[in-house]
Nanobody, 120 residues
Framework: QVQLVESGGGLVQAGGSLRLSCAAS????????MGWYRQAPGKQRELVAE??????NYADSVKGRFTISRDNAKNTVYLQMSSLKSEDTAVYYC???????????????WGQGTQVTISS
């Protein structure tokens, strides 16, 4: 009933920039928090950044380099990544906290993942 579609990953040199996008569609009454997580090979999935209607939070490892933003009219969240490092290499996943028209609310909506690879 809900789809999160990501785009914008790719291969970039260290020090470069990338912008990820994630659009939510389907049976959506309201989108609450939206966030980006990442999972590197052999590591657990970790929160990168999250944004609500009033606040944005970042992992310490990306503060000052990444910026999360959202377009509420389009139910879309963005992640602008700058000064990229090799340790940012991972699959990046979008996540959303959504209330449906029937009142059900769930945080368990994920995108398919987009690969970000930083070459040194």
């Amino acid at each position: 009933q809900v789809q999160l579609v990501e785009s914008g990953g790719g291969l970039v040199q260290a020090g470069g920039s990338l912008r990820l996008s994630c659009a939510a569609s389907g049976s959506i009454f309201r989108v609450h928090a939206m966030g980006w997580y990442r999972q590197a090979p052999g590591k657990q999935r970790e929160l990168v950044a999250e944004i609500t209607s009033v606040v944005a939070n970042y992992a310490d490892s990306v503060k000052g380099r990444f910026t999360i933003s959202r377009d509420n009219a389009k139910n879309t969240v963005y992640l602008q990544m700058s000064s990229l490092k090799s340790e940012d290499t991972a699959v990046y996943y979008c996540n959303a906290d959504i209330t449906h028209y029937d009142g059900r609310r769930s945080r368990d909506y994920w995108g398919q993942g987009t690969q970000v690879t930083i070459s040194s």
